[in-house]
């Protein structure tokens, strides 16, 4: 067990990840926004409208957890809620056209704030560390089947 270093990356990689987010969440709130509903806002942005259980699948968050954010973001103005009109059991979100102004400033800054978190490394690290993390990522979620 000394020699290996499982434990170790662990906790590096638990380090390195709350530090980037702290990065992250710290432009979010720049915006007045958790980084949960930045999250969702990006989202929406990039891929266009998406069911709120899609929503909290992409975005790893609980179906509880989704409909709050979705609440806020609805009571700020950012999005809108649509039933489908094929299925009224779901429900679809999309930005207002403030949700798009506010993610057409605040997505560039959010992109730099990361640029600055990951600034230790070139472009070679990360895209080796792109692929690294992927490999651990799908071999650790098919051992959980």
Known sequence: MNDDPTL???IVLSRAYKSVMEHSQSDASRHGLSLSEFCVLELLYSKGPFSLKEIGEKILLANAS???VIDK???KGYLLRQPDHKDRR???ASLTAEGHRLMQQALP???IALQKAM???TNEEKRNLIQ???KLGIEAKQKLK
């Open 90 to 92: 779901v429900v679809f």
């Open 132 to 134: 690294l993390l992927k």
């Open 66 to 68: 989704i409909t709050y």
């Open 109 to 111: 800054e959010q992109f």
């Open 119 to 121: 600034d230790g490394l």
């Open 8 to 10: 170790k990356l662990f």
């Open 73 to 75: 973001l609805e009571k």
